[in-house]
């Protein structure tokens, strides 16, 4: 895995510089399963605000490509609530996709955010019941 910097333009205007890793999608896949993000785990998706108060909580349904985005790996995750500068509004299950590359740090300005996807809490283990006969 080869780490580059870049500048890039954020949307708000400001120019900064951004360690992006470019790897192929399935080094993705595997760092995603390093972070413990895999099939029902529950995590928070930061990739859609520059701030740390503002995430969607949701269940991981998926870890694979998304129509349209060519080629790249997606969490397809069940939303569950989204937070919003403190308050929350639940999602009810709709679905967001955010892409494995946002496990990336952001940053803001000068100031680095953290990572765009957080895992929140692993998929609780199957429970197995004897009963007797």
């Known amino acids: 895995m080869t780490t580059i910097l870049l500048r890039l333009p954020s949307k708000q205007g400001f120019i900064y510089p951004k360690p992006l890793l ?49 080629g790249h790996l997606a969490v397809h995750i069940k939303g569950i609530k989204q937070v919003m500068d403190g308050s929350e509004t639940p999602l009810y299950g709709q679905m ?13 300005g000068d100031q680095n955010l953290g990572p765009g996807i957080v895992l929140a809490r692993q998929p609780l283990p199957p429970i197995c019941l004897n009963y007797p006969n």
């Not at 595997?30 to 990739?47: N, P």
């Not at 740390?52 to 998926?62: Q, R």
């Not at 967001?96 to 803001?108: A, I, S, T, W």
């Open 22 to 70: 470019h790897t192929m999608a399935q080094d993705w896949f595997k760092l995603a399963q390093m972070a413990g993000i895999r099939k029902g785990s529950i995590i928070r998706s930061y990739d859609f605000m520059h701030t740390n108060d503002t995430y969607i909580l949701g269940e991981v349904v998926e870890i694979g490509p998304v129509e349209g985005s060519k």
């Open 96 to 108: 967001y996709y955010p892409f494995l590359m946002h496990m990336q740090d952001r940053q803001f």
